[in-house]
């Protein structure tokens, strides 16, 4: 991941936490942070990863209270993946939604729990391997590129690889 990516997504997670303590209405400004539909929108490298999320009807459980982890592939890594695969996908709303809850995980699990996982399952009942390599962090092969990108509702870790189940 280019260093210009790592410090926009760094920016993007500093801006996710932002936002003061301390006011007199709570609750409102907890509902100003972004959720993790819209962080990923800003970042604006998962854009494949949005719009499927959308396409199989997931916007509106990965914006609710929550809280969840998601493994969010770059765009980068959505291109790694045959365009017949992402095609048949997006033609099968069930073979999609099974494939993107693969990379949820229910809870916010911050990297300084993920590291100690072996694995986790994900929303859609079966479990990822996670394994720390030479100090990095791998999902199944992906690996962990960015950690720890907040939202209202959970956090995301970022991953080089679509993870197919």
Request: proline share 5%; glycine share 6%; charged share 20%.
């Amino acid at each position: 991941m280019s260093k210009i990516l790592m410090v926009a997504l760094a920016g993007v997670a500093a801006l996710a936490v932002a936002i003061p303590v301390a006011t007199a209405e709570p609750a409102r400004t907890a509902a100003k942070k972004p959720n993790i539909v819209q962080v990923a929108s800003k970042a604006g490298n998962f854009k494949t990863l949005v719009a499927l999320v959308k396409k199989a009807g997931l916007a509106g459980t990965l914006s609710s209270k929550g809280p969840f982890t998601v493994f969010a592939p770059t765009d980068a890594a959505f291109k790694k993946v045959p365009k017949s695969t992402l095609d048949a996908l997006a033609k099968d709303k069930k073979k999609l939604k099974a494939v993107l809850l693969y990379h949820v995980v229910k809870g916010k699990v911050p990297a300084s729990k993920v590291v100690t996982l072996d694995s986790a399952k994900t929303l859609n009942g079966k479990s990822v391997s996670i394994d720390v390599m030479d100090g990095k962090v791998y999902v199944n092969n992906a690996q962990v590129t960015t950690a720890d990108v907040k939202a209202r509702n959970g956090v995301i870790h970022v991953i080089n690889e679509v993870l197919i189940p």
